[in-house]
Every structure is written in C-alpha cells, then in structure tokens.
C-alpha cells in the first residue's frame, strides 16, 4: 500500500495550492497555464529542453536535485519511499507545513472527488467511518482541482461521506466537471436518500452527458435494508430517491455489499430490483472490505464467499438474464465458481490491492482482482487457492 | 458502540394487509397462489397464508418479508414506502394515458376464399360496393391524428386488402404525408392471405416498413380444408406469398397465425411442425371466436373451451420439445401471459386489458365508414346487431367516446370490479372483454362460472403456472425465455 | 339426478360467503341455499350426467373456507384498494373535473 | 381529445370500486403514505440504449497516456464512450489542509481556477507558441534545438520532417493542421 501523502522537502511555497505536474507535452498542448503547473525536472527531455523553459512562470519545479531549479524559484523534493508522483498528477501542497498530497494521478483507475466526510447513514460495515465536522470547503478545492484533471480522463468517481450533503453545491461539482470534463464518465456514489426531496433529483437533469450514480441497496424490505445502514427510514427514502433520479432521467447503479444478513436474502433482492426498479442499468455485488466498522461486526457480517456461491450465481443469472448488467467486486477468482468469473471485476484500486503468496503459482493471477491489502486471515476464505488450469477457454 | 439489533428496526406499528387475492392451486389444494393488486404473486401453504390475514406473521419470519416485499402486506407506514407497488400498478395500466395505438383500417370486404369459419362478413371478389371510398380513407385519417398517441400501429385488413391495393397505398401516404408534422412513431401491418402478390405490392411494403401478417392453418391439408378455394390451393400460395415477402422485406417481416378448427384439434404436433418446416420462430394458435359465419356454421366446427385446453396442453408439450431440441419456437399468446406473470412490464395485446381494450386501446375503421372499438363489435354489426357502433369517420372522436356503445364497454369493461372476477387471484394479469360477453352469453357483464373467456383463461393460466414451478429447469428456461423477450408486438394477433 | 347437499353451521358462517362459494358451482350444477336457525344448507344438483361430483362436497367446504378468508382480507383492504388505485394513476389520467379542449 | 380521455377517465372510476371512507388511525396513515408515494410512482421500463453505452463491458487496462497529442481543443470532443471501469470505494478522505484555503479563486461565486483571458505580461505570446511547438516536436523525437521561443532553422527543419511525416505540406510554417497534428492547441 502506498501512502498518498508525504512530507517534502521544500523552498518558496508556492502561492497556489493545486498543481499539476508538467511536462514538455503538458507544456506544448497549453491546456493548463504554467502558473498552475510544476515543472518536471526529473525528466530528462525536459532538464535536455534548455534554460529558456525553466523562465516561464511555472508555479514551482519538482525535482530530485535542488540545485537544478533555477535560483530563487519554488521547488519542491519528494523524498524517495514516499508516494509516486508522475507526469499529468495534480498535487496539493499544505499551506504551511512542508506536506504534498496526490489528487489526482494519471491513468489511475480510481481517481476520486472526495466531497465530505459526513454521512447521514451509518452502516455496520463502513470502510470509511463519517466524522460530523465542517468541510464545506472542499466544493471550491474540488472545483479547482477538476480543472487541473487531465481531459481525456475516462472517469471519476465522486464520493464521501455522503455527497448529497451538499445539497446544491454537488450540482455545482457535477456542472463543473461537465464544464471542464465533458468526456469523463463521473461516478457518484451516494445512498439517495437525499432525493427522496424530487427537486434535489431534478436538479441533475440533463446536467452531465455521462453520469452514473451508484446507489446502495441491501434489502427487499426496509428492515434488513435500515439495519444494515442503521438508520430507521432509510429504506423508503432510498426507494423514492430512486425513483426520483429515474423520473430525472439518470443512469443508475445499484450497489450491494455481501455481508451476511443481506446475501441470506439476495435472491429476493435481484427480484425486487427486475420487478421494482428495472431501469437500473448495473448491479455491482461487492464482498465486504475488512476496514473501518466491518472489524467490529465480524460475527453479524461475515460470510466465506465461498459459501454464498450457489446463492450468487442464481441472483446474477436473475439479473443477467433480465438485460441488467452484474458485476462482481473485491471477490477473487477462486472462491468464485467459474460460470461466474466473466462477472468478476479487477475492482480494488490499485494502491489498495494486494495478492497473497498463494496466488504466486495461480494461472489466472492476471485476471484476478486480488485481495484488499488491509485483508486478514479471518477475513480471508478457506477456499483460497491457486488455479491450476481453466476448464474453458472462454475468454 | 452506537449500533442497534436488527429488532430496533422492525418498526413501531403491526403490520396491516395490502388489497390481494388468492386461489388454491388446482394442482395442490393446500398451497394457494397470493396475487397483489399490481399482479407481483407468491405462492405459498394455505396455513400459512391464513396466518398472514389473521395477524399472526412475525416480522423476523421469511415469509413476513417475501409478502412485504410483494406489496401483500405492509408494516410501520413511517417506514415504508408504497413507490414500488404504485409504480407496478402504473405501469400495468401504463396505455390508459396515451389512448388507442392499434387502428385497423378495413379497405375492403372482398375476398377470394370461402372460409366456413370466417370471421369477417366477406364479399365475393367482384363486389367493389364493399370497399372503403376515398371520401372515408381521408376522414380516417383525419380521426387517426385526433388520437393522442405517440405510437401508432396502422393495420390494413379486409376481406382481402391486396384487392384494393390502391387505397392502401393511398392511406399510408396521406399519413405518411400527414406524419411529417405530427411526428408520431407510425407501424405499418397488412393482414393478407398473400395470394396474388405482386412486385410492385411488395416493393411498396417494403418501402414504407410494413410488417405481414398471415394465416396459415397447419399442414397443407388441414390449411386447405379450412380455407377453401376452387383451385384448392391456398396452403400452397399462401407459402409461396411467405417466401416472397422473406425474399424482399426480411425473415422477420411476415408472423402467421393459426386458426383453430375442430380437425385442427386432433393434429397439434402437425401444426407445430409445420411452422417448424418452414422456418417460423413464433406461432399463434388461436381458439375460434363466436363472431361472423363461425358462429353459424358452430355445430360443425364449434368445440369447448375445454377441448381447446386438452390441444392446449399437448401444443406445449410439443413446443417445449421442440425448443429443448435447440429449436426456437414460441406460442405467441402464451409468451404473452408469461410476462404477466414474469415481468413487470405491460403487455400491448389489446385483447387481454383491463379496462378493455376496446375503443380504449383499439379503433375499427370499417369501409363505410362506421367506426367500431373492435373486430368483434364490426362483426357484430355485419350480423345486424349495432350494439356496440361508435359513430362515423365524420364524427369528433369525443363523440365516439360518449356513444351509447363505448358506455356500454366501459361500464362492463373493468375487470377488477366485475362479479367474480373482482375476486379472482389471475384478475391483474387478465382482461375484461364485454363484447366476446356480449356476444356469447347476451350481457356485457356476463356470468363467469358459465363463461367461456373465463374458463380459458384461467385453464391457461393454471397451466402455465403449473408449468413454471413444476417443470425442469430447461422447460423452466424456456418458458422464462419467452417472456423476457422483450418484443411487445401489438394486435398483429387479431386479424386475417 | 342425486342432489348434494352441504350443512354448514351457520354461526361460524354468513350467507354472503356460502352464496359466493355456491356460486362457482353454477356452471354445472343448479345450486340452492336454505337456512334454518342452527345451519345453512347447500343444495347442488348436476344439470348434466357425468358431472364431476367426486369429493364435491368437501371442494365447496374448502371453496366456504376460501370465501370466509376472502371476505376478511376485502374488510381490511377494501378502503385502501380504491385509494392505492387512484394514487397510482392520479398523474396518468387527466383530471377528472377538467372538461376543457 | 383531453376531453375524450376525460370520459375515459370518469368511466374509470369503477376501477376505483366501492370502498368508503373509514376513520380508523392507521388506515389514514397508509392513506397519506400511499398519496406521498404517488408522487414518486414512475411507469417502469428497462433502460433506455441498453446496447449503446458500453461503460462497464470493458475493465481493461486504461490507456497510458504516453502521448496527449488529443488534448488540443480542436480535437472533435465527440464523447464517445470510454472504457471505465465502475470504481468500488472511496480510496481515501483527503484530509483538511491546516487551513482552509483561502485562495480567492476558489470561493464560492465559482470563479475559475484557470481564466482563459488571463494576460501573461512576462513572456511574448508568440515565444510561447513557438516554445510549446518546439517542446511537442521534441517530446515525439525530433531536435528543434533548445526550447527557447525562436524559430531557429533548426526547428524549421524539424516542422518539416515533422509535417512530411504526417503528410501535411512541409512548409515549416505554424498552421492550424500542423499544431492539431502536434497537439498544440491555438488558445491555452
């Protein structure tokens, strides 16, 4: 795992705290100004470019060797085990401490807007516990940095807390990105509850040209569904929420997390979802990630995805059969029956996954998504073992 | 730790039933099929079901939630929501908004066939007094954009529509013509016997879209037997017109239908198979109605609901052979009833509705110029009974709608509020036909222990449900496979 | 032909529900219904030979059964039916008081 | 014709059966919960362009953005569909810097972070452009010399293989063609 933040080695802070991280190809499309960029001198085509670069106004240099930027300018030197940063990333510089953290990187299959850390829910198996504070001001930093994100980005996922907290001003991100980013796809994740107010829904309209929302759903009824999120009404407020982004013409995504209580009953839930809801258009099935409120509720929430196969494999072919689309997440191949691996999805981001030692002599290591690295032995199913060989070729 | 117990979120109030229905089922009198009021159904033990009504559910129980989710019964209303089951209903009733889809324009009466059964009142070929005037084509299509409609299917029927030709070249130009500022989604369909096709015929078919629709009875004795011709050969132009109309608009573009005879009865694999030989994926095998000269000639070639059902049961059997072979081959009416039962999506068949169909999701246009809500109501008429006439092409539709006939359809033509029906567990997935009431039993509202409509209905759907949760699992698929097919053709069933 | 006849204790049983089960029976059978103080009694008498009278009488007492449940689920349920209906079309079909073009 | 659908409306009210009001506490709550959820009751339907988007069929690697040369503004921003790959969860909550910013460009009147009109009153715009031509030939292997905002002869000749390469006319001159080609866009 690596860690997103470090501290640096600094002098002359520069005055804007987002910056992207240029190079000569950054410099010769023009898309983003020098005054928000920091000039790569690590790359040897640009040290080879010649001195008359390093004069325009860049906001600041990124470099290994200090003496290479150019006297009494900003530069910045991120030490070596510290985090990756690359060509095209945009990086966000503490205002006073000496710290840089990654906002955005380049080719990264999950770059995020992080909206706040409140949440009106409170389920069992949160990867990310909420915190009650005040962080309006990320809607400006968030809108600063989506300029700064590369346009050829193929998607970002705007996430939290729960990001209809903001209430108007997550319309102001959204319109934001459609701005700026009209060719990335933008992922929201959030519980809906906040659309069961119809307007709130409204206002995404026609806003963005490719918007998906993701939207968690764990029961065919409200008590299984409230329990899990530990909120009374929760469940009908996600309901209408869902059908207030329909009647506001939103893709949508149902999202469901493994955990026991609501496998035992999933069945039943791809059948709510075909008879109730059937203009959702994909069903992520995600097994549970070992972090945050997950570890305390080990004996209500665990299940060995081995056993929840057979049960899996009858909720997907429902859905699949039905022209809804079924994914399955953070479930690596083995504990999977292989009529169900064509669902399975590299879904654990990059810095985040792992394999075990066992997968060393798996013929489908390529394809599989691995393993969360905070991932523990109770967490882990018995049935994790290397594959052999394939019975098809399908793919 | 500030978690609760999955018992802090049961709610604070008993739970209280939702409108359903219920119905032993044939096949094992102590389970009983539930239904809601949308049409969403669990079957169940008749034990259990009883103490759902009587209260004694537990919330922590299975069954608690498989009812609630099925909108049976429903918990603490702080909690709940009814979105779903409102949506479900909504969606079922969806074509009440929108007004009629399906117009039949009846160009002519003629026809050269001499069918005992026939449905429609014809004409021999040389009576062009029977065909639709110009003045009349002009005036319903007027009456076409007075309906709201965003989809409209145009369908050509006679008699023989291929004998007047022209006015159906005519017709679909002025819509055609008339189309370009309305901007409705237009579906054209002739129903034809495809005899005496001609080029010219099928390029302007193929040009403007149109989709065919045939008769074709089964084997060529059976076809020919049923359809009489001096030259005794129908069966064999008939399938010469199926591949010609393949050749120029495409395997897709021509659907047959079977009529069912009292011969026909005795020969289902050989009607099934003979679909098979000549390449169709879907069959319509439809029980003859009690209208035109069937009704007279019905000690001939009547038989009972009940008989039909027997046919019924041994069609399936072979069809379901026949697709497990690898085969794809589909009964139309039956994938019909499937997605009832299998989707929650509405149907455009305008004879199975509630409320009916008729004049509410179907218009007859007839060659002179009255308007009737349905093929029965027109044949009705020709038999001399006006009971269910609109009006004429010249009249406002408003006036159609107020008309003594439309009264009498909608007054019988909710089922769920009809006797008997507004108990009957299959109600939300069937339809009220006041006019087949009408004209077999003399009352609109009609007496269902006694009614046919009723006794095939609830014969087919007992099959099918019976089929569904008995069968094996590749039957199961099939079954399952026709209904999810998402194709909602509309009314092509009704003619020829 | 051999009438059936069907005592039903008429404390446990209204005539409303009797009558409703007994009606499903007249497609083949001409039905009667007389009551005295303690009992309802069901008459049902073929109109045909060969009509199906095997465990007839036990069919219609299921049938009363059924009908008795039926009349406890329209009781708890016959108000919010109509209400369910208009709720879940009140947008689709134009409002009733409108008489306009 | 709303009229006619009125009287098909008035008729329909035989749907709405024969129940009376009753004044029983929780049958009114269902009451108003069923008139709640009206609003909410949506004619159901499978998604719209089922087969169009193809946003979760492709997981495969991204590309990797050796070459931005798309990202002039000219390029036709046709939308088309990427393959992505729906993200599982958040990755981390970036924490509050120290402060919160300040910076007046991030406000709330959603000023942008980058002005499209703002003045660079140091360096010559055409030095820029000519840097940024003589950088993009250089990241794609051709010697314009030094980045230094000349049209040197050195650069020339390497416009010119540059745009024989292409099959653009190699006239060593800054066209329109020949910066889309470069990925260099007219306006930052």
Known sequence: ?395 | MKFAARKAFVGNTAYRLLPLRFRRLPWDSDRVLITSMSGDWLITSRNDFERAVTGHLDPGEPMFADMESRFLITADPERSTLAPLLSQYRTRKDYLAEGPRLHIFVVSLRCHHTCAYCQVSRQAVGQTAFDMTESTARHAVDRLFDWPAKMLTIEFQGGEPLLRFDRVQQLTELIEQRNRTEKRTLRFVIASTLHNLTDEQLSFMRDHGFELSTSLDGPEWLHNLNRPRPERDSYRRTVDGIERCRRVLGDDAVSALTTLTRRSLDVPKEIIDEYRKLGFHSISLRPLSPYGFARKTGARHGYTIGDFLKFYEAALDHLLQINREGYFLEETYTRMLLSLLLTPFPHGYVDLRSPTGAGLGAVVYDYDGRVYPSDEARMLAAMGDHSFVLGRVEESIETWMSSPGMQRILGAGVAEALPTCADCAYVPLCGADPIDHYARQGDSIGHRPTSDFCHKQMGLFDTLLQRWEQGSPADRDTLEGWALRATCREGVLETA | MSTIEVRLDASVFCTDTVTKAAHRYTDTYFVEIKSNSADLIVELTPKRAGADTNQLAERLRNDVLDEKLRALVRSETQDIHALLTEAALRQALPPKSSQGQ | MRKALTVVGTALSAMHGVGHASNNVDKTSLAALALHDSDYATTLAAPLNLNVRNMYASHSSHSSHASHASHSSHSSGSGASYGYTPAYTPAYAPPPPSTAPQDSSGTATGAPLISPTKLRPSVDQLQIMIMRVQAALYARGYDPGAIDGEMSVKTKEALRLFQAARGLPANAKMTTETLNALGVALTP
């Open chain 1, 1 to 395: 795992m690596q860690p997103l933040e470090a501290k640096v080695q600094c002098e002359q802070w520069p005055a804007s705290p987002l910056l992207k991280v240029a190079g000569l190809a950054e410099f010769a499309a023009g898309t983003f100004p020098p005054e928000h960029m920091l000039l790569d001198l690590r790359d040897t085509q640009v040290r080879a470019a010649g001195p008359a670069l390093c004069h325009l106004p860049w906001a600041g240099f990124l470099t290994d060797v200090p003496e290479h930027a150019p006297p009494g300018r900003p530069w910045i030197a991120v030490p070596q085990g510290a985090f990756k940063v690359g060509i095209g990333d945009v990086v966000e510089l503490g205002p006073h401490a000496s710290k840089m953290a990654l906002r955005y990187r380049r080719g990264s299959n999950n770059n995020i807007l992080f909206t706040t850390e409140r949440c009106n829910s409170y389920c069992l198996m949160c990867s990310q516990p909420p915190r009650e504070v005040d962080d309006s001001w990320r809607v400006s930093q968030l809108c600063n940095l989506i300029e700064l994100i590369d346009k050829d980005a193929p998607s970002l996922t705007v996430t939290g807390g729960e990001p209809t907290l903001l209430g108007k001003d997550l319309r102001r991100v959204v319109l934001r990105c459609a701005e700026v980013l009209p060719r990335t796809h933008l992922h929201v994740l959030s519980n809906g509850r906040a659309f069961e107010d119809s307007a709130l829904a409204q206002m995404f309209e026609g806003l963005h040209p490719s918007l998906t929302w993701g939207i968690p759903l764990y029961g065919d009824h409200y008590g299984l569904h409230d329990y899990i999120v530990q909120s009374a009404g929760a469940f009908s407020q996600t309901v209408r929420g869902l059908y207030a982004l329909e009647a506001a013409k939103q893709q949508i995504e149902v999202r469901v997390v493994l955990v026991k209580p609501v496998v035992e009953r999933i069945t039943e839930l791809a059948r709510f979802i075909y008879r109730n809801l059937p203009f959702v258009e994909h069903v992520a099935l995600m097994g549970t990630e070992p972090i945050g409120f997950a570890r305390a509720h080990y004996d209500d929430l665990w299940m060995d995805p081995a056993h929840m196969a057979p049960i899996l494999r009858k909720a997907v072919d429902y859905l699949s059969k039905r022209s809804i689309r079924v994914s399955l997440y953070n479930l690596p191949l083995c504990v999977l029956p292989e009529p169900l691996w064509a669902y399975a999805r590299k879904s654990i981001s990059d810095w985040k996954q792992r394999y075990l030692p066992a997968c060393e002599q798996c013929v489908v290591k390529e394809r599989c998504g691995g393993f969360f690295s905070w991932m523990t032995d109770k967490w882990t199913s018995q049935s994790v073992e290397p594959i052999r060989g394939t019975s098809c070729a399908k793919h």
